[in-house]
Nanobody, 121 residues
Framework: VQLRAYGGGLVQAGGSLRLSCAAS????????MGWYRQAPGKEQEFVAA????????YYADSVKGRFTISRDHAKNTASLQMANVKLEDSAVYFC???????????????WGQGTQVTVSS
């Protein structure tokens, strides 16, 4: 299972940015996908997640009302629409997925490479 994250970059405070994460490989069933982030000198923190069957969404309080996570079931892709970004949103964002792959008896957690988001004033 591979996760490819893309869409990071430089954005001005108050602006918008969209991150996407595509899952590929021998995936039998996706349980959920989401995003975490880590800023310099800080621990990794949860940002948002979406479940695959019900499309339920979950957000960190710090991004609630500003970020929207969605999923494309057919493309096995999750996207994070970031709006009204703040300086404190600057971080490396990591894609995360919990899936059942071919040959597995239970779901496992996978991580994609990080994508840098830098918010400028």
């Amino acid at each position: 299972v591979q996760l490819r994250a893309y869409g990071g970059g430089l954005v001005q405070a108050g602006g918008s940015l969209r991150l996407s994460c595509a899952a590929s490989g021998n995936i039998l069933n996706t349980h959920r996908m989401g995003w975490y982030r880590q800023a310099p000198g800080k621990e990794q923190e949860f940002v948002a997640a979406v479940t695959w069957t019900t499309s339920s969404t979950y957000y960190a309080d710090s991004v609630k009302g500003r970020f929207t996570i969605s999923r494309d079931h057919a493309k096995n892709t999750a996207s994070l629409q970031m709006a009204n970004v703040k300086l404190e949103d600057s971080a490396v964002y990591f894609c995360n997925a919990v899936v059942v792959a071919t040959g597995d008896f239970f779901a496992k957690e996978y991580w994609g490479q990080g994508t840098q988001v830098t918010v400028s004033s």
